[in-house]
């Protein structure tokens, strides 16, 4: 029997029957297709940082640890191996005078992880990292080499970019960046009145904005990163407590020690800010005393991905966070019905108690991204417990 596999808050743990770590695409043809045939489910590690049981299984876990580097480099267009985490990643995007058009908090997830369950910054003209996939190579269930792209089958790839690795296991990522870019940072302290007072003005004046919510102090912490040059000087309302200048796969994540549970909606970016004042309000009625944690507020950008949780519509996400060694389904069952009241989608990576009769009212796409998925693994090789409770049955008790 295989070692334990425990995610990064502590919160999930399994143990596979096999963890294989192939050493190319032939190889893991022939893994797929064996676990088809022996009626095994297949899920892929990453790093562990999704806080849903995305790559559980009691069967079949791969490891792409030999799926690294760089296949080829066309403008701004690159092609990386799949196995590659998101910070080695950046760091070869720079070596090659590239980048991302935007990060999220962290750069500890595996990069195809990021990808597969819509991970954003923030910032109100800027898209999930999800949207510079073009193209690629990935196994489906049927252990056949899929290659991929916007220009030979579209749906396809817009089926790929949210797809929670349902699809097939990546072996390539086609990746269209943006010239290496630097930004400057700055972290603002004020009261969350004032925030709130000027949220528009905040959002629409910087590059990239967004704020914490602290429930014991109702104090709030801004972040702004703009351009060299570009952007407000001065906050008048708030005090700078730290700035910072550099590349914006250095300046934009930050490292980070605390552990911690999370649940994050994604909303019409219109409802935003009643949602939050509503969450606020019952933060401080009900909880405050059990949750000291922070709220935090981003906004991204519409997007195409069938799957994305700013498919079609402009993006508020609120997030709430609890200590990882605290019990958390209380409270966050009991803000999700306020994030779902405001048309709420749930981030794929994090806590959240929707199954399949929920999920398919949210999306758009919803019956297309199924047709693919279906015609990729039509066994359902690669559909363990959690993805046939989000994608194919509800299970009694899971409300």
Not at 222 to 238: K, W
Not at 289 to 308: C, H, I, M, P
Request: with cysteine; hydrophobic share 35%; aromatic share 10%.
């Amino acid at each position: 029997m295989s070692k334990e596999i425990v995610n990064w808050s502590g919160s999930l743990r399994f143990t596979p029957g096999t963890i294989a770590a192939p050493a190319n695409e032939e190889e893991l043809c022939r893994l797929v297709q064996q676990g088809a045939a022996e009626g095994k489910t297949i899920r892929v590690r990453g790093a562990g940082h999704s806080s849903t049981p995305l790559a559980q299984t009691t069967d079949i876990l791969i490891s792409m640890e030999n799926f690294h580097g760089v296949v080829s480099r066309e403008e701004n267009i690159i092609t990386i191996r799949s196995g590659m985490m998101l910070k080695d990643a950046n760091e070869v995007f720079l070596e090659h005078g590239l980048a991302l058009e935007n990060l999220g908090d962290v750069d500890l997830q595996a990069l195809v992880g990021a990808v597969g369950t819509g991970t954003h910054g923030t910032g109100r003209n800027l898209r999930i990292l999800s949207d510079h996939l073009v193209g690629g190579k990935l196994v489906n269930g049927k252990g056949e080499l899929v290659e991929f792209s916007l220009g030979t089958d579209r749906d396809l790839t817009l089926a790929a970019r949210v797809a929670l690795g349902s699809l097939g296991i990546f072996t390539q990522l086609r990746l269209r960046l943006y010239p290496a870019f630097k930004l400057h940072r700055k972290e603002w302290c004020t009261h969350i009145e004032d925030c709130m007072i000027n949220l528009d003005r905040l959002i629409d004046t910087n590059r990239n904005f967004d704020f914490y919510w602290y429930p014991r102090s109702d104090e709030a912490k801004l972040r702004t990163l703009n351009l060299p040059g570009e952007g407000p000087d001065d906050i008048p309302f708030a005090w700078c407590q730290k700035e910072r200048f550099g590349w914006s796969g250095d300046v934009i994540p930050r490292e980070r020690d605390n552990k911690f549970d999370e649940i994050e909606f994604w909303l019409p970016i219109e409802n935003g800010p009643d949602c939050f004042e509503e969450i606020r309000q019952r933060i401080k009625t009900v909880h405050r005393k059990n949750v000291g944690w922070r709220v935090l507020y981003r906004t991204v950008a519409a997007d195409e991905a069938f799957l994305s949780g700013a498919h079609g519509r402009a993006t508020a996400t609120i997030s709430m966070h609890h200590n990882a060694s605290l019990p958390h389904d209380d409270f966050f069952r009991d803000v999700e019905p306020i994030l779902l009241k405001y048309g709420g989608r749930p981030h794929w990576g994090k806590k959240h108690y929707r199954v399949v009769s929920d999920l398919k009212l949210l999306y758009p796409k919803w019956e297309r991204f199924h047709e693919i998925r279906r015609g990729m693994d039509p066994d359902g090789v690669f559909m363990n417990p959690y993805l046939k409770a989000i994608f194919e049955q509800e299970k009694e008790g899971d409300r």
